[in-house]
């Protein structure tokens, strides 16, 4: 009987390893949304999906400085865009967040951007406090404002936001010309509403 307790104690113990393990979560396969952006996502950018929004971002921090309304001596001088930022610039991520809706038609997109259009920014307007952005957000004060859609597909609208501020810009200029070129790939991924084709510079051309 002593050894038929031991033999069952021995069992016992053996199988509680088993009874600990945890299984493992298998991952989700990506959505032929999140894998076109995948394909122009460069090997030192990660991308991240959840629901309905795509999350991209650079692994490395990118150093941001103000850049409005700076004194224009610091171009002047050798180095003297390097030593300003030394002196003011601060490390951070870049994020690029694209976040699928319901999709807006070419009519209300220009109705609403005719709106939006009306909204006066100036230098004092403050900045939103929220961690995304779109690239009028400054407009967002006014009640008239309504985020619009950057691009389209067959069924759904495409709404982009960075957490970069409108007075920010990126140093050195060669991590800067990195980051539009992201940004400028994905114009060729999707439809866009806007023929406007300006975007916004996120650096100086010097360093």
């Known amino acids: 009987m002593k050894y038929a307790w031991i033999l069952f104690g021995l069992t016992l113990l053996a199988a509680l390893p088993s ?6 979560k298998t991952s989700q396969p ?3 949304f999140a894998a076109r952006i995948q394909s122009v996502v460069p090997p030192n950018w990660v991308l991240e999906e959840e629901g309905q929004e795509v999350i991209i971002r650079r692994k490395e921090p990118i150093t941001k400085y103000p850049c409005v309304a700076m004194d224009v001596a610091v ?11 030394d ?35 100036t230098k004092n307007t403050p900045i939103p406090n929220r961690k995304f952005l779109e690239d009028d ?50 114009n060729t991924l999707f439809n ?16």
């Not at 067959?154 to 409108?166: D, K, Q, R």
């Open 19 to 24: 009874c600990r393990s945890v299984p493992q």
């Open 30 to 32: 990506r959505s032929a």
């Open 75 to 85: 171009f002047r001088r050798p180095d003297g865009l390097k030593r300003y930022v």
């Open 87 to 121: 002196t003011n610039g601060y490390t951070g991520s870049y994020q690029i967040r694209l976040r699928r809706a319901p999709k807006v038609d070419a009519f209300d997109y220009q109705r609403l951007k005719a709106v939006n259009d009306q909204i006066v920014v």
């Open 137 to 186: 957000a400054l407009r967002s004060y006014d009640s008239r404002y309504r985020e619009l859609p950057e691009y389209y597909d067959e069924s759904n609208s495409i709404y982009l936001e960075t957490i970069f501020g409108p007075y920010e810009c990126i140093y050195p200029n060669v991590v800067a010309k990195e980051c539009e070129a992201v940004r400028e790939k994905l």
């Open 192 to 207: 866009r509403y806007s023929s406007d084709n300006y975007p916004r510079t996120l650096g100086r051309d010097v360093d």
